[in-house]
DNA sequence: GGACTCATGTAAGCTGTTACATGATTTC
DNA sequence: GAAATCATGTAACAGCTTACATGAGTCC
């Protein structure tokens, strides 16, 4: 699913123009995929060429011109079809766990600064999806992927907690490895 | 941290050739980051060219020969300077929570078929990571990563087996909505 | 007055994947 | 005898990001 079959998802669940599209991946889709205007303008032209959907322009007395895209029939069913046909993959890109990885090579003060970074920043997403949480109008399906998220944060907010104090303690220890031992 | 930069960081634990840089992809990186043959030799070529790595072969008798690189002394020092000013940056890339996010749309069975796969998919990978987690060899720091991941297979493992049953009983029923609410 | 939101787009370029091409050895 | 593992590489292309370019309105 790329970020055509995106957009085109998120015009079945409402008109908008590519800026309204931009805010729906920066909230709601945040936690799990991301675009920028570079890939969803674009993307949405494309799209309105294949008929997959169609554009107003509704003048702006207090705001620029919008291009108000919504979806047609063909294209309706075009998403549905190619939801149909995806794959449920999943894969994660994490810098953090990189540097993790090699903490051995980072100075501790570096190191204790990462933690509370990722902490905070996974803090503020957990925030942002409880505060999104219970809003009367997500299907069940919204509601899954907000609580997930959730799910995930807390889990990795809680694993951080508990064990900052012995990765600290314990950085820059050689790892205990006998002469000649394999590593695994 | 491109592909390049982490075939350095490899080198850094071990030397090694291209191949086995993949299989450190798809073990011990495979949690937080992936590469393909295809961006790992052509980077091995040029960090030899950047005289980051060298390069010997060893003539194989009964294998392939193999071309092992190792660090070079530059290449350990750029990768410690790479690591340092790397921001901890996240981002996930899940068409599982994409299907779930537009779940109304799709068959029962299919749903139900979705949460089945992603749910052995967990498993193995909590089974995977649990299985090489205890090694004496590994650092603090690998050891986080090992467990980090462990913690979010389980809360994710555990928040599926919550909602499947709800979800699967509700679905398709149409949001509750009353007229002219506005969706947030 | 400054920062933020609304609004649309292009072009260059980076990064990485997939598919192709090849072939020996080892394990079941 | 089949399948998996070991081993190296290229070429075409997909896909997306970044930076640039522009400008009005609104909130503090």
Redesign the interface.
């Known amino acids: ?1 790329n970020v055509k079959a ?1 957009c085109l ?1 998120a015009l ?1 669940l ?1 008109d908008g123009t590519g800026y309204d599209i931009k805010k729906l991946f920066k909230e ?2 945040s ?4 675009a920028s205007y570079g890939s969803i303008y674009p993307a949405l032209t494309q799209l309105e060429q294949e008929g997959l959907i169609a554009m107003r322009v509704e003048a702006g007395e207090r705001h620029p011109d919008r291009k108000v895209y919504s979806v047609t029939a063909a294209g309706r069913e075009a ?2 079809e190619e ?2 046909a ?22 501790n003060a ?1 190191l204790a600064a ?1 933690l509370d ?2 902490e905070s ?1 996974y803090r503020l997403t957990r925030e942002v999806l409880e505060s ?1 949480y219970d ?8 509601r ?2 907000i ?2 998220g959730i ?2 944060m ?3 907010l ?2 951080i907690a508990a ?1 900052r104090e ?2 600290l303690a ?2 820059a ?1 050689p ?3 006998m002469p000649g ?4």
Chains 1, 2 share one sequence.
């Open positions: 699913m995106l998802g079945c409402k709601a889709f936690y799990f995929h991301s998403f549905v939801l149909v995806t794959e449920p993959t999943e894969r994660l890109r994490s810098e953090f766990l990189v540097l993790m990885f090699f903490a051995h090579l980072l100075p570096r990462l970074q990722v920043e999104i809003c009367p109008t997500h299907t069940a399906g919204v899954f992927t609580g997930m799910a995930a807390r889990a990795q809680d694993y064990q012995s990765l314990h950085h220890e790892p205990a490895r031992e394999e590593p695994c």
